[in-house]
């Protein structure tokens, strides 16, 4: 179940959302038993002439099976204009965790739910979108560059990775930083109803990521990805 409330004040947009989930779990080897935990929270973007400014802030609670759940997430985004073809966006983004070495039973680890995980946190979904859950949580501080050479509109987003909670390995804490990825975007207008969009992306990965993820040499190895993408989109027809 849920609530959304969205409204817009002259270049402020802004909303509310309030959502129970339940999920089933082993209550007992004969027993499936059906516990709620609830998202609330609010999201805003304020468009103006040149600044784009846009925050998001979501909290969690409830409870996940027989675990009870305490955790959150914050982000900000601010975009200016410097000139009518150069752009850049500067962001930070919050996702709550915990200790690798816990024993706390809390599920202190933000979930964002039925969202489009893959536009968030890097192209190359490390986290949230692979075996991120109940994990350390992350900060993500990003820079984000828009800008046009000839008819291709470039973009490059660095990301710089690294966890707000404690990453142990042999019973030794590892360092916060996780790495640093790098995603290209171009986009070319073939015609007016087609796109054609190539992208790229390179992850430089720390030895705490290993730790953290798996696997043996991870951050010797090349970790990348590239795609080409062709959007054809027509107008059928119009009233």
Same mark, same amino acid.
């Given at each position: 179940?849920?609530?959304?409330?969205?409204?817009?004040?002259?270049?402020?947009?802004?909303?509310?959302?309030?959502?129970?989930?339940?999920?089933?779990?082993?209550?007992?080897?004969?027993?499936?038993?059906?516990?709620?935990?609830?998202?609330?929270?609010?999201?805003?973007?304020?468009?103006?002439?040149?600044?784009?400014?846009?925050?998001?802030?979501?909290?969690?609670?409830?409870?996940?099976?027989?675990?009870?759940?305490?955790?959150?997430?914050?982000?900000?985004?601010?975009?200016?204009?410097?000139?009518?073809?150069?752009?850049?966006?500067?962001?930070?983004?919050?996702?709550?965790?915990?200790?690798?070495?816990?024993?706390?039973?809390?599920?202190?680890?933000?979930?964002?739910?039925?969202?489009?995980?893959?536009?968030?946190?890097?192209?190359?979904?490390?986290?949230?979108?692979?075996?991120?859950?109940?994990?350390?949580?992350?900060?993500?501080?990003?820079?984000?560059?828009?800008?046009?050479?000839?008819?291709?509109?470039?973009?490059? $987003?660095?990301?710089?990775?690294? $966890?707000?909670?404690?990453?142990?390995?042999?019973?030794?804490?590892?360092?916060?930083?996780?790495?640093?990825?790098?995603?290209?975007?171009?986009?070319?207008?073939?015609?007016?109803?087609?796109?054609?969009?190539?992208?790229?992306?390179?992850?430089?990965?720390?030895?705490?990521?290993?730790?953290?993820?798996?696997?043996?040499?991870?951050?010797?190895?090349?970790?990348?990805?590239?795609?080409?993408?062709?959007?054809?989109?027509?107008?059928?027809?119009?009233?």
């Amino acid at each position: 179940q849920y609530a959304w409330y969205h409204s817009n004040i002259k270049k402020l947009n802004f909303s509310l959302l309030a959502m129970n989930v339940g999920r089933e779990f082993v209550k007992t080897p004969t027993e499936i038993g059906l516990n709620y935990f609830q998202t609330f929270g609010t999201y805003a973007k304020y468009e103006g002439t040149k600044m784009v400014v846009d925050y998001s802030l979501y909290g969690q609670t409830g409870k996940i099976g027989n675990n009870t759940v305490s955790a959150w997430e914050a982000a900000v985004n601010l975009g200016y204009a410097f000139t009518p073809k150069f752009k850049a966006t500067l962001g930070y983004e919050f996702l709550s965790g915990k200790d690798q070495n816990s024993t706390s039973t809390v599920v202190k680890s933000f979930a964002p739910l039925f969202g489009t995980n893959h536009a968030f946190n890097g192209f190359m979904d490390y986290f949230y979108v692979g075996n991120h859950a109940n994990s350390v949580g992350l900060n993500d501080l990003t820079l984000k560059l828009e800008f046009p050479i000839k008819k291709v509109n470039l973009s490059i $987003a660095p990301h710089l990775f690294s $966890a707000p909670n404690k990453i142990v390995s042999g019973g030794v804490e590892q360092d916060a930083y996780l790495g640093t990825e790098i995603d290209l975007t171009a986009v070319y207008k073939v015609y007016k109803d087609i796109t054609l969009i190539a992208g790229y992306s390179q992850m430089f990965a720390s030895d705490s990521m290993v730790v953290l993820k798996g696997g043996t040499g991870l951050n010797d190895t090349t970790n990348n990805w590239a795609y080409l993408m062709v959007n054809i989109n027509p107008q059928v027809f119009s009233t």
